[in-house]
Nanobody
Framework: QVQLVESGGGSVQAGGSLRLSCAAS????????MAWYRQAPGKQRELVAR???????IYADSVKGRFTISRDNAKNSVYLQMMSVKPEDTGNYYC?????????WGKGTLVTVSS
């Protein structure tokens, strides 16, 4: 059972930046992909960014050009660099690891962007 722990959330003003981290309890080297999802109040959870084992990335249209996902296999970690944040980026951000058709989730870290 892989455990994921997110950190780095907090309150930030619009236009600012934030860096989220996700640490896995075991090696992520064999993970098919790692991703960040978010869930705003009253809304469904949505994909923000995903990075595959080979380093390919995809982003939600709403964050393209502002957010960057990266992974460090040596540290069993994945990161989300958030730049030029907007109030609509507010929500709980969840780390996801996909491995052998099984999805693992962290408990989330809250990001609040004020205007």
């Amino acid at each position: 059972q892989v455990q994921l722990v997110e950190s780095g959330g907090g309150s930030v003003q619009a236009g600012g930046s934030l860096r989220l981290s996700c640490a896995a309890s075991e090696s992520i080297f064999s993970a098919n992909a790692m991703a960040w999802y978010r869930q705003a109040p009253g809304k469904q959870r949505e994909l923000v960014a995903r990075i595959t084992a080979g380093g390919s990335t995809i982003y939600a249209d709403s964050v393209k050009g502002r957010f960057t996902i990266s992974r460090d296999n040596a540290k069993n970690s994945v990161y989300l660099q958030m730049m030029s944040v907007k109030p609509e980026d507010t929500g709980n951000y969840y780390c996801n690891l996909a491995k052998y058709s099984v999805n693992y989730w962290g408990k989330g870290t809250l990001v609040t962007v004020s205007s």
